[in-house]
C-alpha cells in the first residue's frame, strides 16, 4: 500500500518562498509521473505541476516561472518550490503519485494549507 505524507505547508507573506515535500512509502516510486494539485476555499481541485518519471515538468500557467517541481527517487520524495507567492495561491496542497503499468491506481497525499497573507 502507498503512503504519501507531505510537509512544508504554513503561513507566508506575499512575495515569500515556501518548499513543499511529499514523501512516499511503498512503490515503484521511480518509474511514476507525480504531480501536485491545489483546493482553495470554495473551488474544485486544480492541477498545478507534473514531474515524470524521466524527469520532464509542466506546469499551470498561474504558476509558471515561480514554481518548481522537482523529485529525489533516491528518497522516494518530490519537491514543490514556491517562489513569489501571491494571495490567490492560498490553498490546499496535494501531491499525487500516477498510476503504471505495475499499479493502476493513483495515489494521494492527505494535504498541506499554504496561505499567503497580502
Known amino acids: 500500500q502507498v503512503q504519501l505524507v507531505e510537509s512544508g505547508g504554513g503561513l507566508v507573506q506575499a512575495g515569500g518562498s515556501l518548499r513543499l515535500s511529499c514523501a512516499a512509502s511503498g512503490s515503484a516510486f521511480s518509474l511514476r509521473d507525480s504531480g501536485w494539485y491545489r483546493q482553495a476555499l470554495g473551488k474544485q481541485r486544480e492541477w498545478v505541476a507534473t514531474?515524470?518519471?524521466?524527469?520532464?515538468?509542466n506546469y499551470a500557467d498561474s504558476v509558471k516561472g515561480r514554481f518548481t517541481i522537482s523529485r529525489d527517487n533516491a528518497k522516494n520524495t518530490i519537491y514543490l518550490q514556491m517562489n513569489s507567492l501571491k494571495p490567490e495561491d492560498t490553498a490546499v496542497y496535494y501531491c499525487?503519485?500516477?498510476?503504471?503499468?505495475?499499479?493502476?491506481?493513483?495515489?494521494w497525499g492527505q494535504g498541506t494549507q499554504v496561505t499567503v497573507s497580502s
Open positions: 499525487k503519485l500516477e498510476r503504471y503499468w505495475g499499479d493502476r491506481r493513483d495515489y
Open positions: 514531474i515524470t518519471s524521466g524527469g520532464r515538468t
